[in-house]
């Protein structure tokens, strides 16, 4: 099914992981417009190749150390800030007993129903 992306955002949980690279790559593009920059000279400036560039703005594929140095390149290293912001106030930490948690819990076992 082909969606039509003007009107879908990246806040969306109905993208494919295709469109929400797709929509990253056009955002990418018109971040590099906007700076009027060509494909070559950004390329250059992030220290990436230009077939890679090519691959992140086109969504198809690309490396998370490409896109930090485009970031970079483009002053918009703020956008992975907002990817996954940390919590100011955890309201767990204001108990009594709260422990900053250092590690993952297993997952707990079953136990066999008793009769």
């Given amino acids: 099914m082909i969606r039509d992306r003007s009107y879908v955002t990246m806040t969306t949980p109905c993208l494919t992981p295709q469109e929400m690279e797709a929509e990253l790559g ?12 060509d494909q070559k000279t ?6 990436v190749s230009l077939r890679a560039l090519r691959n992140l703005e086109g ?6 150390k490409t896109l930090v140095s ?4 483009l002053g918009r290293q ?4 907002a990817t996954a912001p940390v919590a100011t106030i955890n309201p767990l930490l ?7 948690r250092q590690r993952a819990s297993r997952p707990r076992q079953r136990r066999a129903a008793q009769a």
Avoid: M
């Fill in 59 to 64: 969504g198809q594929g690309s490396t998370v």
């Fill in 70 to 73: 485009v970031l970079r390149a």
């Fill in 94 to 100: 204001l108990t009594p007993q709260a422990r900053l």
């Fill in 26 to 37: 056009d955002k990418l593009k018109t971040q590099r417009l906007s700076g009027n920059l």
């Fill in 42 to 47: 950004l390329a250059a400036r992030a220290g």
């Fill in 78 to 81: 703020d956008w992975l800030q």
